[in-house]
């Protein structure tokens, strides 16, 4: 930046010269000065000036440039002189670009300049600037300058000099440190909006950029929390990148996780917490990283950064880590196969804990509702599998055997399944659960390997596979093995409440009410039923009625056939099968298959409810039979006006030709008895009501086949 020139307004002319009297300027009186180490003088110069314009109304633009001028050329003398913290007030006054005296603290600027960064200076400042690179250059500089060969053996090592060279990086980092303090409050509270190089938007970002980052240095090398963190939390250009690794070497994790959070860093922001959760880093000041990761991760709701996250979160909560990861949908609900996600999920679940794999998969298929076969088949042998755990323990299998046994001795005087006996009686345990939840899902879902779950079920000891009746007969129910289910239910298990029950429901075992009562009452998860497919408006009778009548009576009876296979000892089980399924069963067919050494007692109420409903139809159809025949009755005489006076004429041409003429005269002599039709050749018309008048009066009725040939009509 270059000045005018000052005018002069006195002139002098000589014989061969003109001579001016010019005024020294606020420049040239103020590098006299300092050319002559007048540096106070200099300083009061500039303050005259200072308080000058400051006096004025309106500030001219040049004075000013100058005052910054000769403000800053005083600054890099004291800054050459290493006096510190005059340097930083001048520098101030003088609005220096804070980017030329960080500039000499490589240190803290880090990366934050390039090579083509330029900042303009005034051009006779910059001839005053110290040479050196740093600080720490001007420094011993200084030190050598003022101090060698006094101190001994040199100005590196003496330790008077080391002491004192400490002394003064301190003073100049304080320096820099106060001076961007004030730049910065100067720009927020917008005493200059701009600095005043260019003024442009982005040069103005660039600086505050710098100051920001390096001020972010300065306190953490100082530990001035509450600065640091003020800094952080307010309105800020600090460049993250930059003030990273200084953060963390010092352990200010909480400030840098403020700093992510407000630059929504969120993977960097969770990386930090993560650390810090596994003790890699450590930081008083943040309190329960590990809430703060769930904390943040449900306010964000993001899918991949749950999914991500969620997993690892898993090894320090699973239970909450689970349900973080269930929250958020990965695939249409109800969708025939998992999506990309949903797989991929499961797999590193299941890699990063087991047990939370075995519930996501839960989740799939319970909540989800997911049609996918496999999961459906990994979830039975998953079920199978803790089922069988269960066994090998020997109190419950001890248990479980007991209540079997209990429960066949007094079948006969409960009507309550062997489910609900067994869900109200054992004590609430984990096993218990297991086995519920196992017949639920076994009954309900219809997308596993039947097959393969009835393989492992059989493929148990003895002991084990009679325990394990129930869950045998739901598999066989799902086969259509309808016979072999029904022997299970009966001769193993004694249950004959659940055997009428699955002739009723078509093959289930549990019906879906006792399956969703128990499971609301313990707290287990089951599948969902489908979604309606018809309309809300149908009460519940009309919703559960879907089995085929014919396959009731057949299943009804099939379980007769095994009720009659054990012999008379099941002759009162098969009377009150009679008795209660008498509708579905026929009489004949009974009457047949009952072994004639059983006694007349057991079929007698069967048998007198048979006879009396056979009875009872045949009087009911005879009834309806006779009002059918009144109706019909009623509605003929009531409508033999209408159909006389509505009336029907078929009339046919007359043709010429002997034969036919005496065809027709016949007609109608037999039709009107003669008349006055008679002997007329032209038409002849045929009433289609004669027959119904002529029934009504009680007279004989003559029809008439009229064929279709012309040349003939057949009288009867």
Aim: aromatic share 6%.
């Amino acid at each position: 930046m270059t000045f005018k020139l000052p005018t002069s307004n006195v002139l002098v002319l000589g014989s061969n010269s003109i001579h001016c009297l010019l005024p020294s300027t606020l420049i040239t009186r103020a590098d006299a000065l300092l050319g002559a180490h007048r540096l106070d003088e200099a300083v009061e110069l500039a303050d005259r000036q200072l308080k000058k314009l400051q006096g004025k109304v309106t500030l001219d633009t040049e004075e000013a440039d100058e005052l910054r001028y000769v403000y800053q050329r005083i600054g890099f003398q004291c800054l050459t002189e290493t006096l510190f913290d005059d340097a930083g007030k001048h520098f101030f006054a003088g609005n220096l670009d804070p980017r030329v005296l960080i500039s000499y603290y490589p240190e803290l600027r880090g990366s934050l300049f390039t090579p083509d960064d330029s900042v303009d200076m005034f051009a006779g400042v910059t001839e005053y600037m110290p040479r050196e690179d740093s600080i720490d250059d001007i420094i011993s500089i200084n030190l050598v300058r003022n101090y060698s060969p006094h101190l001994v053996p040199n100005t590196s090592t003496a330790p008077v000099a080391v002491e004192l060279r400490d002394t003064l990086k301190v003073a100049a980092t304080e320096m820099l440190k106060v001076f961007l303090r004030k730049w910065r409050t100067k720009r927020r509270d917008k005493e200059i909006e701009r600095i005043e190089l260019e003024g442009r938007e982005q040069t103005a970002k660039t600086v505050n950029e710098v100051v920001d980052t390096v001020l972010v240095r300065l306190y953490t090398m100082s530990g001035e929390t509450t600065d640091l963190l003020a800094l952080i939390e307010g309105p800020n250009d600090i460049v993250v990148g930059e003030i990273e690794s200084s953060l963390s070497e010092s352990n200010r994790y909480d400030a840098l996780c403020k700093l992510y959070r407000s630059r929504g860093e969120e993977a960097k922001l969770l990386s930090v917490w993560s650390k810090l959760v596994t003790g890699e880093a450590i930081d008083e000041d943040v309190h329960d990283p590990l809430e703060n990761m769930f904390a943040y991760l449900i306010e964000k709701k993001d899918k991949d950064l749950i999914q991500e996250w969620g997993v690892w979160l898993l090894k320090w909560d699973s239970e909450r880590a689970l349900k973080l990861l269930t929250s958020v949908g990965g695939g249409k609900r109800g969708a025939k196969l998992p999506s990309a996600d949903d797989a991929t999920l499961l797999r590193r679940i299941h890699e990063s804990d087991p047990a939370a794999g075995v519930q996501f998969v839960e989740h799939l298929v319970l909540q989800r509702r997911s049609q996918d076969p496999e999961l459906h088949a990994r979830l039975a042998s998953i079920y199978v599998d803790q089922l069988l755990q269960c066994l090998e323990d020997e109190s419950t299998s001890k248990l479980w055997r007991a209540k079997s046994a209990s429960y066949s001795s007094s079948s006969s005087s409960t009507p309550t399944s062997f489910l609900s006996y067994f869900a109200s009686t054992t004590p609430d345990s984990a096993s218990k659960r297991t086995r519920l939840k196992t017949l639920f899902f076994l009954q309900t879902s219809k997308l596993y390997d039947f097959e393969a779950v009835k393989a492992r079920l059989e493929g148990v000891n003895a002991e084990w596979s009679r325990v394990l009746a129930l869950e045998r007969a739901v598999v066989l129910g799902k086969l259509e093995r309808h016979r072999e289910a029904l022997s299970l239910l009966i001769h193993t298990l004694h249950d004959s409440a659940s055997a009428e029950a699955y002739c009723t429901l078509g093959g289930e075992v549990i019906p879906q009410k006792t399956s969703q009562a128990l499971a609301e009452r313990f707290s287990i998860p089951i599948l969902a039923p489908p979604l309606p497919t018809r309309p809300a408006a149908l009460n519940q009778r009309e919703r559960s009625i879907t089995v085929d009548e014919g396959l009731k009576k057949e299943l009804t009876r099939v379980l007769l056939d095994v009720y009659m296979s054990g012999g008379e000892a099941m002759a009162e089980s098969t009377a009150r099968l009679l008795n209660a399924q008498a509708m579905n069963l026929d009489v004949l067919d009974v009457i047949s298959d009952v072994p004639p050494t059983w006694p007349l007692h057991v079929l007698s109420s069967f048998l007198s409810r048979s006879f009396r409903r056979t009875l009872h139809s045949h009087h009911e159809s005879q009834l309806i039979k006779a009002l059918a025949a009144s109706e019909n009755l009623a509605v003929a005489d009531s409508s033999w006006l209408a159909l006389r006076e509505a009336g029907a004429i078929v009339e046919e041409e007359e043709e010429d030709g002997g034969e036919d003429e005496e065809l027709h005269e016949k007609i109608v002599s037999e039709v009107d008895g003669g008349g006055e039709n008679e002997g007329l050749g032209l038409s002849v018309s045929l009433d289609e009501k004669a027959s119904l008048r002529d029934h009504g009066h009680g007279r004989e009725v003559r029809g008439y086949d009229v064929s279709e040939d012309d040349e003939s009509v057949d009288l009867r």
